[in-house]
Every structure is written in structure tokens, then in C-alpha cells.
């Protein structure tokens, strides 16, 4: 079982940065990947970014813009958000996968960018 805390979330101008953080506990032997998606109102929930021996995956919509990174020594995975904009208005969530693919889930927080 992996336990997944979330913090760095809030209110933010259009054009400002937040950077969010997902610490991870528990049976973080097991950890395969770590990643951030993001849903907002009446939308399903979309990948943001994912991190992995394999390396880093980001949604076209935050490229240039987000930068997923991983403190493994800390089981720690952080997203740096710049310029962000009022369509990243979301809660995101902290994922991460085992290394036999079960998904562990934050509790989600929220990131609102006003306009």
C-alpha cells in the first residue's frame, strides 16, 4: 500500500507559477512511476505528467510550460507550473503506479488561475 500526500496548491494570476508536491509513503519499494493529472469541472481526468525510469511524459497542453521532477531519496514528486493559464484551473491529482501497474491515487488539490 502507497500513501500519497499533496500539497503547493492555491490561487494564482494568469501568468504566475505554483509548484505542487506529492510525498509518498508506505511501500515505496514498489514504485514504478510517479505522474500528476488534473480534472476540472465537468471534464474526465486527463494525464498532466509522469516521470519513470523511462523517463517524462507531458500532456501537449503544459509543455514548455510544466516540469515534472523526482527527489527519490524523499519518494517526493514535484511539479513546477509556470505561466500557467485559467484553463489549468483544476484539482490535481498525485499518481503513482507500482511495479505490477496498481494505480495509487492523492486525495487532490486544487489549483485555480484567475484571469
Known amino acids: 500500500q502507497v500513501r500519497l500526500l499533496e500539497s503547493g496548491g492555491g490561487l494564482v494570476q494568469a501568468g504566475g507559477s505554483l509548484r505542487l508536491s506529492c510525498a509518498a509513503s508506505?511501500?515505496?519499494?514498489?514504485?514504478?512511476?510517479m505522474g500528476w493529472y488534473r480534472q476540472a469541472p465537468g471534464k474526465q481526468r486527463e494525464l498532466v505528467a509522469t516521470?519513470?525510469?523511462?523517463?517524462?511524459v507531458y500532456a501537449d497542453s503544459v509543455k514548455g510550460r510544466f516540469t515534472i521532477s523526482r527527489e527519490i531519496a524523499k519518494n517526493t514528486v514535484y511539479l513546477q507550473m509556470n505561466s500557467l493559464k485559467p484553463e489549468d484551473t483544476a484539482v490535481y491529482y498525485c499518481?503513482?503506479?507500482?511495479?505490477?501497474?496498481?494505480?495509487?491515487w492523492g486525495q487532490g488539490i486544487q489549483v485555480t488561475v484567475s484571469s
Open positions: 516521470i519513470s525510469g523511462g523517463g517524462r
Open positions: 499518481n503513482v503506479r507500482s511495479t505490477l501497474g496498481v494505480p495509487y
Open positions: 508506505g511501500s515505496v519499494f514498489n514504485i514504478n512511476s
